[in-house]
């Protein structure tokens, strides 16, 4: 089940299925579809963290996979919810304990951000059950890492360790166990307390410029968005915070 609480602006989703180490089964991912819906309307969420109680998802419930023809696998797929939470305004983050694989992997690659554990372990290892990823997999991950150690992870099926995910750039950061959602916490409290308009545009120019099939276009698209924000009364309350030598209490508007 997917269990949800808010707080100041900062909600954390977590999956709650111990029993399973978090796999990913078809009502699970149902539950979180409703969830994000309503997030995406919410006028007070600011940053949303995405975990698990122990292991943040060891890949999905392969029961309810083994018999599936192509139909039914389209059914079962992940990709509409998890391209929900890509597309979600506010930052995310993803707190990494325990089991990453698979579907879980690949929640983790729709977040902003993403804080391992030392002991936590990453893959896409569907080709050894003779699928590939199917849920954005193929396709975030070399954009975050290249496409020489993305085709290494996905066509070997492959584990790593935590400390090899920041090296190659797949985690923003690695702590201890029982530091994961103090880390997470105070990330996103910081970005709770910055102007929630600022970084809302500054993630949609990110991810527009990625995109855009030249620089140019993607500096042109920065521009609107930037000249944009000078209608905000963040704007004006940042800047003047700043003459002021206080600090900026944001509103979002």
């Known amino acids: 089940m997917i269990q949800y609480k808010e707080h100041e602006g900062v909600g954390v989703m977590q999956i709650d299925r111990p029993e399973a180490l978090n796999a990913l089964s078809r009502e699970i991912v149902d539950e979180m579809d409703a969830l994000l819906d309503k997030l995406a309307e919410s006028?007070?969420?600011r940053v949303l963290i995405v975990g698990g109680t122990e292991h943040f998802a060891a890949g999905a419930d392969i029961k309810g996979m083994v018999d599936c023809d192509p139909q039914g696998a389209r059914a079962f797929g992940f990709s509409p919810t998890y391209n929900k939470l890509a597309a979600l305004a506010v930052?995310?983050?993803a707190a990494m304990g325990g089991y990453a694989l698979g579907g879980g992997l690949e929640l983790a690659l729709c977040c902003d951000l993403r804080i391992a554990t030392d002991s936590a372990k990453l893959g896409l290892p569907e080709t050894n059950l003779g699928i590939m990823p199917?849920?954005?997999?193929?396709?975030r991950l070399p954009r975050l890492v290249g496409e020489a150690k993305a085709l290494e992870l996905i066509l070997f099926g492959k584990q790593i360790g935590a400390q090899e995910a920041l090296d190659m750039g797949l985690v923003n950061t690695v702590v201890p166990q029982a530091e994961l959602m103090e880390t997470?916490?105070?990330?996103?409290?910081?970005?709770a307390k910055r102007a929630p308009v600022a970084l809302r545009t500054a993630k949609r120019t990110v991810k527009k410029a990625l995109s855009c099939p030249t620089a140019e276009e993607g500096i042109d698209f920065e521009t609107e968005e930037w000249c944009g924000l000078f209608t905000t009364a963040d704007q004006k309350e940042g800047m003047r915070a700043f003459i002021?030598?206080?600090?900026?209490?944001f509103t979002g508007k």
């Open 184 to 191: 997470a916490m105070k990330w996103a409290e910081k970005l």
């Open 134 to 139: 199917g849920a954005g997999g193929n396709v």
């Open 91 to 93: 930052p995310t983050i």
């Open 43 to 45: 006028k007070t969420l």
């Open 244 to 249: 002021e030598k206080r600090k900026p209490a």
